[in-house]
């Protein structure tokens, strides 16, 4: 039973004893220094040649080889114990268990006769100095061996535990291509509208037909992934893909056409010429002669529906403009989507900011800010310097860009000086 008891006294100091714990690592010596291979997932490219109508591809997948520079230390991990309760808790056992070994001596050498002067209620006589004495020695055993064990325990927990262990550094990596494989599989053609093609490679070999293409491609994806072009292979897709709008929109004539949809079909040829050559020169040409005639006509009539008019009342009246342009409009959101409103009339009224070309200048309206076109043959008269307020009725062109500017552009049906 005391056995036990002991016991239990052990467990229960041991576990009020507090261990602080520090780890810390210190780098030890270069062991070596050697070259590590690593195989990274790589990606799907493809070669690109365009023999109109056809889109010649090879498609090909690979992975990157990764050359990784290693040094190996080897490397010491300290971890470091510390018990503030073991100094203190010795001294003060050391201290409780010689003072309880001294109190039980001195007990020996006093009275062991009980004190006369006190007697209890039962008749009994108070306790010998000798009882007093073994008395505080066992108190004070009672605190020192308890005291003793702690610190022990805390002393035999602390100190410095030492891993040597091996520990890598990555010094440097290269990356190659590597493994190139010609790719079997789904591969995907996708407008910017959404539009999706559904094709198939085989044996890396994929040749697209442009006169059976439904939309106009913007991007390649095989297996669900990009496909990676060099910049060349981005041009020659770029140029067949001009084509191929080119070829989808063939049914719209020139006369047909709105500004910005006559400027797109100008640029969408000259990208397609990189690969047609001088087999589409005669559209090439007829284009440009269509956009010199409309700069040089300045008629409305060109751009939508309406009659010639000879005042500003009269452009009102004819054009019935059922938007208004003006600083706090409401209406002022028409400059945001100016291509979903091409041919549309309406009133303008701001301020003449600078002229970027003869015939375009800027109008601020609060604080946006449009081109006005105006015709070489004007029905109206009178200057308009910078600076000038105005009003005008115009219609919607789409958007134009000139220099860093990029604004919707306006095509003046009548011009006034205003309020």
Known sequence: MKTRALFMLFVFVSGCTTIDTNTRTERGPLLRSFERPVLMPGGITAD????????????????????QQVDEYAEDVVTERTSNAAGPSLSTGIVGVLASAVLFGVSFAVSSAPDQQIIDAGGRYGPSTQQYLRGASAITLGVGVPAVIVGLVAKLRSGDEVETRRAEQIVS????????????????????QGGHVPLEVVDGA????????????????????????????????????????????????????SESGLLSRAERLRECRRIRGDSIAAEVKATDDELSRRRVSGSPAAWAPGTNVSSFEEAVSAYAPTVKLAVGSKDLGVLDTPEAHEGRAVLVQGIVGEGLTENIGVIQVGERELFLFIPPKKAWGGQFPAGTRIEAVALVSGRQTLGEKNLPLLRAVWMRTAW
């Open 48 to 67: 690109v040649r365009a023999d109109w109508p056809l889109l010649k591809l090879t498609v090909v997948g690979y992975d990157v080889c990764r050359a």
């Open 206 to 257: 994929l040749d697209i037909d442009g006169d059976k293409m439904p939309v106009v491609p913007e991007s390649m994806h095989f297996a669900e992934r990009d496909v990676e072009l060099t910049e060349d292979g981005q041009a020659v897709f770029a140029s067949w893909a001009a084509c191929v709008a080119l070829k989808l929109e063939s049914a719209k004539s020139l006369d047909a056409l």
């Open 173 to 192: 990596q290269k990356d190659a291509r590597c493994n190139e494989r010609p790719e079997n599989g789904p591969f995907a053609l996708k407008s910017a």
